[in-house]
């Protein structure tokens, strides 16, 4: 099973609303991300997973928040976002974070629309 | 810091031919990974095709291959047979080894347009 699942497939909240996004995997990989990517544009990394811990914020807002559950999960939450926050949020898992030598898995990614 | 650049905003390609899609990279890690992915209109990204810097030979999936050329710091993607479900987006993406573990980088992209 080489699949990462993600939900929901869209969202749409407004800015104060407070919402997650989830993500899955069952390949028993050690690393998970979040990137967020607008229309057109390369996926930008937002957090590093490594082993459960958070090892790598891009500087992203405290308006995102994520968390890591266990080794199969991991969650955003969205708390009073902007509307410039509206884009495809896109979570992967790899084997491991500390190496360059093994590919990301993406999910499928989460359409969100902040109004 | 790593960089990756992709020249070619868009292709296009009639179906059935070869193509190439070109990407040059730029890092201080010693040890890093090249990877290709395809992302359709639907916006997974899918994984295509991997090169360790330290490989000897050119990776090969299926119809796709990596022209590797490490002191021209290049690493072009060659799909073979191009078919209509190749339109999409395609990205250039390195990871380090070291000092930018975990961090991917990704080209500008190339958007492929398969003619029938």
């Known amino acids: 099973d080489t699949e990462v699942t993600q939900t929901p497939k869209h969202l749409v909240m407004g800015m104060t609303n407070k919402k997650s996004l989830k993500c899955e995997q069952h390949?028993?990989?050690?690393?998970m991300y979040w990137y967020k990517q607008k229309a057109k544009k390369p996926p930008e990394l937002m957090f590093v997973?490594?082993?459960?811990?958070?090892?790598i914020n891009e500087s992203v807002p405290s308006r995102f928040s994520p968390e890591c559950p266990n080794s199969s999960l991991l969650n955003l939450h969205l708390h009073a976002l902007q509307p410039e926050d509206s884009a495809l949020y896109l979570c992967?898992?790899?084997?491991?974070?500390?190496?360059?030598?093994?590919?990301?898995?993406f999910g499928p990614g989460t359409r969100l629309t902040v109004l | 810091a790593q960089k990756i650049t992709q020249t070619q905003p868009g292709m296009f390609v009639q179906e059935k031919e070869a193509v190439t899609l070109d990407c040059t990279y730029d890092?201080?890690?010693?040890?890093?990974?090249l990877f290709w992915y395809k992302q359709p209109s639907s916006g997974e990204m899918i994984f295509l095709i991997y090169?360790?810097?330290?490989?000897?030979q050119n990776a090969t999936e299926g119809r796709y291959s990596l022209n590797f050329q490490k002191a021209r710091k290049s690493a072009n993607l060659v799909i073979s047979a191009s078919q209509l479900g190749d339109s999409a987006m395609y990205f250039c993406?390195?990871?380090?080894?070291?000092?930018?573990?975990?961090?991917?980088?990704f080209g500008d992209g190339t958007t492929l347009t398969v003619k029938p």
């Open positions: 390949m028993g990989h050690r690393a």
């Open positions: 992967a898992s790899s084997q491991e974070a500390s190496t360059g030598i093994n590919e990301q898995f």
């Open positions: 890092t201080s890690d010693p040890s890093y990974g």
């Open positions: 997973y490594s082993y459960e811990k958070l090892s």
């Open positions: 090169q360790g810097s330290y490989d000897q």
């Open positions: 993406a390195m990871r380090g080894h070291n000092t930018n573990a975990g961090k991917s980088t």
